[in-house]
Structure formats: C-alpha cells, structure tokens
C-alpha cells in the first residue's frame, strides 16, 4: 500500500438522511482491494461511528476533528481540551445561557437537564440527547465540546478564547477542540505512522470542519454537496453525495 484515501462522514461517506449509499460502500471495498488503504476523518466520536466502522471495516480513524487518532485500533495521539479553559468557557457560556456538551471517546454529557438546541442538532445526526452531567469535563479527557449558540454569538468566543478553535457544524452548534487541532494535523500523526508522503493522500469533505485537511493533502476532493467555500479550498469536485458522489470521485481519480 502506498496510498491513503480519508473520508469525512456526514454528508460525504453517510447521505442526507444519514444512510451508507450501495455505491459508497462498493467503492471502499474495490478500494481496499486495489491495496489502498482506508481512513475515516470525523468531526463525531468514535462511539458516533462505531457501526459505520464494522460496516465498513475500517479500523483507523482521526476523530474529534483531529484531536483523537487511531491507527488499526491502537490510540496513537490524544489532545484534550485544557480542563481550565473548559471552566472558563462554562462559567461564560452559563452567563450568556449557551448549553455545553463535553466528549470523550466513551459518551457524551450535557451540562444542562433540557436544551431544545441540543435536541435539535443531535437529532440531525441520528443520536439521542446526551445524559445530564455539568461536572463530567472535571475528571475526564475532553478532546471536543459543543457549544451551542447561533452565528450571531461566534465572535464573542472567539475574541474571549483565543486558545479556542470554533467550527460550526449545524446552526445551533459549534465544534470545540484545542487552537491548531484539526483533520489535517490528526492525519499527520496517522501518515508518520504508516510512512507515506502528504503527496501520497486523498481526502473526501464536505464541511467547513474540512477545509484544512482538503487544502493540506495531496489532493483535496470536495463532495458536490459542499459549500461554497469548502470547494474553493479543494483540488476537485465530485457528486453530491446522493448522486454516487464517493464512487464517481474515485473512479475520476482512477483509484478504483
């Protein structure tokens, strides 16, 4: 194997209704057939994706936006969330009436009882609303949080967090991971492991949370679905995802 394709999940490997389209699924296995070797980079955490994983048979992964990196189900690199910055940002979003909801690889734990933005943005992901637990960041490894507030309200943290990186997901919510983490840097750590060049790596995107990693491989593809901006940022565009957007990408790539 001497190259390396990643796949983002939600409206790239997953469609608009959350389902692995047959193409996709056809596609990464003549893929792996080919002798090319398969990653997925996410925003979600691993217990988001553990299905999609077996259904696939993937066992390497950058998660949490690039904060967690697996290499054929081995952790090798970690980068939480600084406990004190996580205090600060509660104590200020508490202020402004903006739930959190703190992750690690296990679960998921809201600070507060009953938010309607976080049932909002979860249920766009198919997952059920995280349990009630405010001091769950206390004690444990946090390598994202969500914040949950609208547009109007991201300069305000980002001006009063500067170690903080902001990535809006959905339009209630906003992605926290560490300032300097993103997909790009979690598959740095992956292709040190396995020796290959960034010249040598594809990545499929199709959210701003993949802009970096599509601007840092060796060739950046942007799903049709993709925003404006994400496609600006990538060496080619393929299908909308629910238009064979995975099997066409690497059939005009001549990977499969």
């Known amino acids: 194997m001497n190259k390396i394709v990643f796949f983002d999940i939600d409206g790239t490997l997953l469609d608009h209704d959350k389902n692995l389209p047959a193409s996709t699924k056809e596609a990464i296995f003549e893929l792996k057939k080919n002798g090319v070797y398969v990653a997925i980079a996410t925003g979600r955490a691993p217990f988001m994706f553990e299905h999609i994983r077996k259904d696939l048979e993937i066992e390497s992964y950058v998660?949490?936006?690039?904060?967690?990196?697996?290499?054929?189900?081995?952790?090798?690199?970690?980068?939480?969330?600084?406990?004190?910055?996580?205090?600060?940002?509660?104590n200020i979003s508490k202020s402004r009436q903006h739930p959190l909801v703190f992750l690690n690889e296990k679960t998921m734990k809201a600070n507060v009882q009953y938010d309607?933005?976080?049932?909002?943005?979860?249920?766009?992901?198919?997952?059920?609303?995280?349990?009630?637990?405010?001091?769950?960041?206390?004690?444990?490894?946090?390598?994202?949080s969500l914040l949950f507030c609208e547009e109007k309200d991201e300069n305000y943290y980002r001006d009063h967090f500067p170690e903080i990186l902001f990535i809006r997901w959905h339009e209630l919510s906003m992605d926290v991971i560490p300032k300097g983490g993103s997909k790009a840097e979690g598959i740095k750590k992956m292709i040190e492991r396995l020796g290959f060049k960034l010249s040598d790596v594809f990545a499929f995107g199709d959210?701003?949370?993949?802009?970096?990693?599509?601007?840092?491989?060796?060739?950046?593809?942007?799903?049709?679905?993709?925003t404006d901006i994400v496609k600006q940022n990538a060496d080619m565009i393929t299908n909308d995802v629910a238009e064979d957007g995975i099997f066409n990408g690497l059939k005009k790539l001549h990977l499969i």
Do not use: R
Request: glycine share 6%.
């Open 63 to 90: 998660c949490f936006n690039g904060q967690y990196v697996v290499f054929e189900n081995e952790v090798i690199y970690k980068n939480p969330l600084k406990t004190n910055l996580l205090e600060s940002l509660v």
């Open 116 to 144: 309607e933005s976080i049932v909002t943005s979860m249920e766009s992901l198919k997952l059920m609303k995280p349990e009630y637990d405010p001091d769950f960041y206390k004690d444990k490894e946090i390598y994202q």
């Open 207 to 226: 959210g701003l949370n993949d802009i970096e990693m599509l601007s840092t491989v060796g060739t950046g593809v942007a799903m049709g679905n993709a």
